[in-house]
């Protein structure tokens, strides 16, 4: 995609801010492309449904570090980039079911707590 006016003006957008958050906030802040490091940014993996964007479906998030992997040619600009785009939709996936089941067990921990040392 071109990066017109309108794409930095929507990147700066309150919108964008709370849909990106919202995409942090599904893996729990992780990278999706190095999950030991913080997710800092989100990446598009196609612009289709620009500025109605679905986390997973369009975008993902990453660290920095693991952003510009994403972006360098040998990915982005070849015919790996729609494996690289699969690859992170799979470990998005992934990284929110294990979200997921920790939450569910931080849910029973605290549950058993409060029934047995109450
Ligand atoms: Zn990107």
Redesign the pocket.
Known sequence: MKRSKDYYAYMRSPKWRRKSQFCHRLTGHRCVLLPWRKSE?C??LHYFNFKHEMPWIDIVPLSRLG?SI??LGLFWNSPLRPVMGCLLRISMFVAMVLLAISQIFRLIKSTMRVLLYS
């Open positions: 940014e990446h598009h952003h994403v972006h």
